[in-house]
Every structure is written in structure tokens, then in C-alpha cells.
């Protein structure tokens, strides 16, 4: 008889009734991107934006996802909003350095790269991305410092 209550909107056993379950969508997100389901990762971190609108993390994955799935213009949005949430979020400096660098954005992407540098992510996986950022700003300076090839031809 408890199944029936339950099913039907009766009262538990200690005559509160069920309150509704929800589901952790980050976590259910995270789990997708894992088994490379980008498409469905980015619906159910949308989901989770549902329940907390401005969490960095949240949106910082959400444009992880997006740059993998090809959607570099919603990334930028959602790396940029991160950001406005939490400035410090090295991630979504390194991300959103790559896709203005993608973009020919040589300043925004600096800007962000020397973000990411100046407050760089703990661990054992850091240091490669660390020695990436480090190498692109060095590429980027290097090609900003070099002046334009001059036009061949008369004109």
C-alpha cells in the first residue's frame, strides 16, 4: 500500500508528503562529457544553470562543451559570463584566451592567456597547460613584433 500512496500523491509514512527529487545535473553532465556525449552534456549543464544561473563552474563547463561541439560564438559568451561571476577562474581565462587567439583577437587573447598565467591551476596536469599558454603568448608576441610583409607589385 506504501507504492500506491506514493505513486498517487499520498502521504509517507510519517505523514509528511513526497517532496520531488531532483536530479544533479552537473553531475549527470560531467558524466556525458566523459563518455564524449557533448551534445547531451551541454543540455543537461543548461539544466543545471536552471538551478544556479551564475555558478562559474557551471558555466565554464558548459563552454567547454560548447568549443567541442564547434559552437566557438556561445563559448565566448559563456566563458565571458564565468568570468563576470568569477574573474580568478584560470580555466575559463585559458579557454576563452585560445578561442580570441582562434578568432584573430591577438589582444583579447593576450589579455586572457596572461590571466590564466598569473593565477595558473594547481596539479598534476597544470604544467602542460601552463607550458601551452606559455608558448602561444610567445608565438603571439613574436608575431605582433614582426611587421607586415611589404606588398609586392606596384600600386
Known sequence: MGIFRRLFGGALADGE??????????????ALE??????AAI???RLALRDHPNDPR???NLAIA?????????AVR???????????LAGAHYGLGF???????????????KAFLGNPPRGVDAQRWVEHAERA??????ELSTPPPAKLGGA
Open 58 to 60: 557551471i558555466l565554464q
Open 17 to 30: 508528503p513526497p517532496k520531488p527529487q531532483r536530479l544533479d545535473y552537473l553531475n549527470e553532465a560531467l
Open 43 to 45: 543540455t543537461s549543464y
Open 137 to 142: 603568448l610567445s608565438a603571439l608576441a613574436s
Open 78 to 88: 559563456q566563458y565571458r559570463r564565468a568570468l563576470e561571476a568569477d574573474p580568478t
Open 66 to 74: 560548447l568549443s567541442r561541439t564547434g559552437q566557438a560564438d556561445d
Open 34 to 39: 566523459r563518455q564524449g556525449d557533448y551534445d
Open 99 to 113: 578561442l580570441l587567439l582562434k578568432r584573430g583577437d591577438a589582444a583579447g587573447a593576450e589579455q586572457h592567456l
